[in-house]
């Protein structure tokens, strides 16, 4: 994810918990058009609650919503599909992953 992803995510969560005057809605300008890269589209995704609670996990180990952790794998997923990682890096990976956390 760019950091405009990120900045859009902030945003977001921001306006979530804020409300804003009617004249700030009234003042307001408009932005900066976005681009189609960062838009982001909402879709709906069924899945077996075995599924779903080991996601709520992975996500809640790295601090993480379980729709951001999903974003993460499939943005990963579809990055390259002409060139698959290695079942051996992935490995490699998760080791220095859970050695770090461990630390």
């Given at each position: 994810m760019t950091d405009n992803g990120a900045e859009l995510e902030a945003i977001a969560e921001y306006y979530e918990t804020h409300e804003l005057t009617e004249d700030e809605v009234m003042s307001a300008e408009p932005g900066e058009?976005?681009?189609?890269?960062?838009?982001?589209?909402?879709?709906?995704?069924?899945?077996?609650?075995?599924?779903?609670?080991?996601?709520?996990?992975r996500?809640?180990?790295?601090?993480?919503?379980?729709?951001?952790?999903?974003?993460?794998?499939?943005?990963?997923a579809v990055a390259d599909l002409d060139e698959p990682v290695p079942l051996s890096v992935i490995t490699a990976a998760v080791a220095e992953y859970q050695h770090r956390k461990a630390s």
């Open positions: 058009r976005a681009t189609a890269d960062s838009v982001m589209i909402t879709t709906s995704l069924r899945l077996p609650k075995p599924v779903m609670d080991e996601v709520r996990r996500a809640r180990e790295r601090g993480l919503k379980p729709t951001a952790i999903m974003r993460e794998w499939i943005e990963a």
